[in-house]
């Protein structure tokens, strides 16, 4: 291989990487370390016959269909907001309880269900399945979303559920009520043409995920641990299919996070004696404070680009190129470890990536200010001065490291270090052919959508399945969401919509995921990961 197709291969990597700059809720492509082996995503599990146990076909009538849309759409106007961790909408909370009662009558008069309130607002159903030794699995979403204001410049009203263009608009179109719907709405339509699971799962639905969770999910969590019950798998909202965002794939990409980034917000405050301001000492609170935090923001936490989950995304995504024949290598022309290797220790390359928020986001753990108070009059010596950071920790960092790093990069004792909140970085789920959730979720976007590249990935934001790591290794982020460009930023901001034929195929996703997880096992690959 030549230098000059090399650089050119770089070059088009680079390309590829930087079009996702675009995505807030998700990163890119990842694996779980340095391999000098490619996953061959085009083969192995997808070339083999799956037995199906179960073949319910998604045939509803119009009705239904009216049925499925009204549904949804009266979630919608539901205006379960959390404002703060305080101030949820508790009215809200209690009259979607009584809402799904009303939609779904077959999923709560079913025998086969089990249906608890957790926490007086969050939701736990339990699906018995005909064979007790099939290990369960867990669906999660959430009820809560962010707050949307009517001033706004939304097209349609933030709880109006109103349609334009064949989308509904509305806060938590997307986050993360069609998800939620669509699991039930497809619990509701099995239910209802006499279907039994042989494998049982449960549903869990909390109720305050944007303010943390510390409510509606860890009280879930501890129900079930309470009842020692484990999963087989879970999986949550985190991440989507992108569609014309990776600039240079034909197709779409789903991707499927494995894993998510940690989080500490940290409290810094420095306190001296009041004093007049017309005998100011040399130092106040305020600049001692001001020179701790420019330091932090100078300072940014070394990249680890290549030595954390990430490590494996240009492979991934090198592959997918080269099955989407996009870029038109010969079959002989794979990019080998050794070209990877040059991008990993391309210096260009990764200052390319750090200058845009995205990527470096990807590249390390990313530190950011976010508030600072200090000072009561203009002629008084404020005593106190106190600033807020927030750190999204890198997969391959620790809270610890975070925090020896920030001590030692403020490097003045007088300012003093408080954890507000803080977690590690979260495990990474397996992805291999042996990882029966991440092939079910893959196996099931594949018969709804054939021509998609799956492939595994980091979610730099947090979701509920955070509390869930004690009782799954195998937690999946995704939903079959549909992103075309611009649409991340629709999350938590203004137009938030999905397509009615997207929420009917988040509907058709969970209904055909059922069944295909009543699998006793994965089917063999013949040839798996093969070297190159
Ligand atoms: C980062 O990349 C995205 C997508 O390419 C772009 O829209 C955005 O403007 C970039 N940000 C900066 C600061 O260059
Ligand atoms: C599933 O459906 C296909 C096509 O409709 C049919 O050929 C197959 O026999 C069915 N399998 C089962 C287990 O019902
Ligand atoms: C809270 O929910 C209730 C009941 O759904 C609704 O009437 C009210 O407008 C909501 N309050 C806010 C501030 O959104
Ligand atoms: C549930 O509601 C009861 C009665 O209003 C209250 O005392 C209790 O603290 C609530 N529990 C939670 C977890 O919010
Ligand atoms: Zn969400």
């Not at 996702?20 to 995503?41: I, K, Y």
């Not at 090198?318 to 290598?329: E, I, S």
């Not at 890198?394 to 030692?408: C, G």
């Not at 959730?437 to 979701?463: F, H």
Request: hydrophobic share 40%.
């Amino acid at each position: 291989m030549t230098d000059t197709g090399r650089k050119l291969r770089i070059v088009k990597m680079l390309k590829i990487l930087l079009s996702c700059g675009a995505l807030t809720l998700v990163a890119l492509l990842t694996a779980a370390s340095l391999r000098t082996t490619f996953m061959d995503v085009s083969a192995g599990l997808e070339r083999v016959p799956w037995d199906k146990t179960c073949n319910i076909s998604f045939d509803i009538d119009p009705d239904q269909r009216q049925q499925l849309l009204e549904n949804f759409k009266e979630a919608i106007r539901i205006r379960t907001v959390s404002f703060s961790r305080a101030d949820l909408n508790t009215s809200a909370l209690r009259h979607f309880d009584s809402f799904l009662h009303k939609a779904f009558p077959t999923v709560f008069s079913s025998s086969q269900v089990k249906h608890e309130l957790v926490a007086n607002y969050s939701h736990l159903f339990w699906v018995q399945g005909s064979r007790p030794e099939l290990e369960p699995y867990l669906l999660l979403a959430h009820i809560d979303v962010v707050p949307a204001s009517e001033s706004d410049a939304w097209d349609l009203p933030p709880f109006s559920a109103e349609e334009k263009d064949g989308f509904i608009y509305g806060r938590g179109t997307v986050d993360d009520k069609s998800p939620l719907m669509g699991m039930l709405q497809a619990l509701e339509f099995l239910l209802l043409k006499g279907y039994t699971p042989q494998r049982g799962f449960y549903i869990g639905l909390g109720h305050d995920e944007e303010v943390m969770g510390n409510d509606g999910a860890l009280n879930i969590v501890r129900v079930l641990k309470a009842r020692g019950v484990k999963f087989l798998f879970i999986l949550d909202e985190g991440s989507v299919i992108m569609d014309g965002i990776l600039q240079g794939l034909d197709g779409a990409a789903a991707i499927i996070a494995t894993t998510e980034k940690g989080s500490a917000s940290l409290k810094l405050s420095v306190s001296m004696p009041p004093s007049h301001s017309s005998m100011p000492p040399r130092e106040t609170t305020i600049g001692i404070l001001a020179s701790a935090v420019k330091r932090l923001e100078d300072n940014p936490m070394k990249r680890l680009f290549g030595q954390g989950p990430e490590s494996g995304m240009l492979e991934h995504l090198a592959h997918t190129v080269k099955t989407m024949k996009c870029l038109n290598y010969g079959s002989d022309l794979h990019f080998t470890t050794s070209v990877l290797r040059v991008l990993f220790s391309n210096a260009l390359v990764i200052r390319v990536m750090e200058r845009n928020e995205t990527t470096n986001a990807l590249v390390r753990t990313t530190t950011a200010v976010t508030m600072f108070n200090a000072g009561v009059k203009h002629n008084v010596i404020a005593s106190y001065a106190e600033a807020f950071v927030n750190l999204r920790i890198h997969s391959a960092h620790s809270l610890k490291e975070v925090l020896e790093f920030v001590e030692s990069t403020i490097g003045d004792p007088r300012v003093k270090i408080d954890i507000v909140e803080g977690f590690d970085p979260l495990p990474i789920s397996p992805y291999d052919e042996t990882a029966f959730g991440y092939q079910l979720i893959k196996k099931t976007l594949l018969d709804l959508y054939p021509s998609v590249t799956v492939v595994p990935g980091l979610c730099i934001a947090n979701t509920d399945s955070r509390h869930f790591k004690d009782l799954s290794g195998a937690i999946y982020r995704f939903a079959p969401l549909w992103f075309k460009p611009g649409d991340a930023q629709r999350i938590h901001g203004i137009n938030e919509r999905i397509s009615k034929e997207n929420y009917e195929g988040l509907v058709r996703f969970f209904f055909t995921l059922l069944q295909n997880c009543d699998i006793k096992k994965l089917p063999a690959s013949h040839s798996s990961v093969h070297e190159l």
